[in-house]
């Protein structure tokens, strides 16, 4: 029997599995390629020599699994985290330390979860929070939040924020029940779903879950938007969807990512790998060389270099691409407890 265990234990570590806990996040350092943040489905862990150690940052956070995080742009040293039921933390020395930031927010969204933090481009102490209470805006760096859902009726989760980096007044919500638009920083929403959500699902509260909205630096008005029914995309601000992607396979998106220095170069992730497009969604190719489990929760491009992507993966641990994911390179191995 102790045989056959250690022949079990050494195929499974060949097959690549149980390297690392799942990977549900990915934060990259906006000017330090070395200092990458990841969020497991326990803990938060950092390294600062690219990959070769982690350590645990959880340590005076509660128990509550992290769902989202933050670095501010200005001030990399500060870290914002979002969790799934303790609201947020914040902190101000690379995440050693942490301080609840919760005044303003719902009871309810407390006990919730918190998706996504947008900063604003001109103001990083001007955040909008995405929570499946709704959204909240802070103007004094997480100080005090307030409720910015007037016009959002219909559905209370929202699960992923887009701003438009060119006009930081429109944002853009993905909610259980499709997309809201707001032209003056959330102080107003409107249902945006037309081509989006099926006519007969229009009453349902769970009719289409969007998962990601990113907007397209090079052409604003074009936005995609992925689900967990297929990637959509307008390109006259939501005014039309259309479905983009429909050779894929597995329609579950899970995360996307628009390669910054490649107008219409898209990265989506699922349940089998990552799929990159070319052509703004028209055309996609699997790119899942060198990954152990095509199943990957998270992705990221490097913010220092467009040719280094990163990809979670829910069962082997982290990967790091260096020719913009043809090829993928495991990582060392991420978990332990604080």
Same mark, same amino acid.
């Given at each position: 029997?102790?045989?056959?265990?250690?022949?079990?234990?050494?195929?499974?570590?060949?097959?690549?599995? =149980?390297?690392?806990?799942?990977?549900?996040?990915?934060?990259?350092?906006?000017?330090?390629?070395?200092?990458?943040?990841?969020? @497991?489905?326990?803990?938060?862990?950092?390294?600062?020599?690219?990959?070769?150690?982690?350590? =645990?940052?959880?340590? /005076?956070?509660?128990?509550?699994?992290?769902?989202?995080?933050?670095?501010?742009?200005?001030?990399?040293?500060?870290?914002?985290? *979002?969790?799934?039921?303790?609201?947020?933390?914040?902190?101000?020395?690379?995440?050693?330390?942490?301080?609840?930031?919760?005044?303003?927010?719902?009871?309810?969204?407390?006990?919730?979860?918190?998706?996504?933090?947008?900063?604003?481009?001109?103001?990083?102490?001007?955040?909008?929070?995405?929570?499946?209470?709704? $959204?909240?805006? #802070?103007?004094?760096?997480?100080?005090?939040?307030?409720?910015? %859902?007037? /016009?959002?009726?219909?559905?209370? %989760?929202?699960?992923?924020?887009?701003?438009?980096?060119?006009?930081?007044?429109?944002?853009?919500?993905?909610?259980?029940? *499709?997309?809201?638009?707001?032209?003056?920083?959330?102080?107003?929403?409107?249902? $945006?779903?037309?081509?989006?959500?099926?006519?007969? %699902?229009?009453?349902?509260?769970?009719?289409?879950?969007?998962?990601?909205?990113? $907007?397209?630096?090079?052409?604003?008005?074009?936005?995609?938007?992925? @689900?967990?029914?297929?990637?959509?995309?307008?390109?006259?601000?939501?005014?039309?969807?259309?479905?983009?992607?429909?050779?894929?396979?597995?329609?579950?998106?899970?995360?996307?990512?628009?390669?910054? @220095?490649?107008?219409?170069?898209?990265?989506?992730? *699922?349940?089998?790998?990552?799929?990159?497009?070319?052509?703004?969604?028209?055309?996609?190719?699997?790119?899942?060389?060198?990954?152990?489990?095509?199943?990957?929760?998270?992705?990221?491009?490097?913010?220092?270099?467009?040719?280094?992507?990163?990809?979670? #993966?829910?069962?082997?641990?982290?990967?790091?691409?260096?020719?913009? /994911?043809?090829?993928?390179?495991?990582?060392?191995?991420?978990?332990?407890?604080?």
């Amino acid at each position: 029997m102790k045989i056959l265990l250690c022949l079990l234990i050494f195929t499974l570590s060949l097959a690549g599995c =149980n390297r690392s806990d799942p990977i549900v996040l990915i934060q990259l350092h906006p000017q330090n390629p070395d200092i990458i943040y990841v969020a @497991t489905n326990d803990y938060i862990y950092k390294t600062r020599d690219g990959g070769q150690n982690w350590a =645990n940052l959880s340590q /005076g956070m509660s128990h509550s699994r992290v769902i989202a995080m933050a670095i501010d742009p200005m001030y990399p040293a500060t870290v914002y985290a *979002g969790t799934k039921g303790d609201a947020v933390y914040k902190s101000h020395d690379g995440g050693q330390r942490w301080t609840s930031m919760r005044s303003g927010l719902d009871d309810a969204t407390i006990t919730s979860v918190v998706n996504q933090f947008v900063f604003d481009p001109d103001d990083a102490q001007h955040i909008f929070l995405a929570t499946t209470m709704g $959204v909240f805006e #802070t103007k004094n760096g997480g100080e005090q939040w307030t409720k910015k %859902m007037e /016009g959002m009726k219909e559905v209370l %989760m929202v699960v992923t924020l887009a701003m438009d980096p060119t006009r930081p007044s429109i944002l853009y919500a993905g909610t259980s029940g *499709g997309v809201y638009k707001s032209i003056d920083q959330a102080g107003h929403w409107e249902k $945006v779903n037309n081509g989006l959500v099926p006519p007969g %699902m229009l009453k349902t509260s769970r009719a289409l879950n969007v998962t990601s909205i990113l $907007v397209d630096p090079y052409a604003p008005d074009t936005v995609y938007a992925a @689900t967990l029914s297929g990637l959509y995309k307008t390109t006259d601000a939501a005014k039309a969807w259309t479905q983009v992607g429909e050779s894929l396979a597995d329609q579950m998106i899970i995360s996307m990512v628009l390669d910054r @220095t490649r107008q219409g170069a898209i990265y989506i992730t *699922g349940r089998d790998g990552v799929h990159r497009s070319e052509d703004g969604g028209k055309t996609w190719k699997l790119m899942n060389g060198g990954l152990a489990t095509t199943n990957v929760r998270a992705i990221a491009q490097s913010a220092t270099d467009p040719k280094v992507f990163y990809a979670g #993966t829910n069962g082997s641990g982290l990967y790091r691409s260096k020719n913009a /994911g043809e090829t993928w390179e495991p990582m060392p191995a991420i978990g332990g407890k604080a």
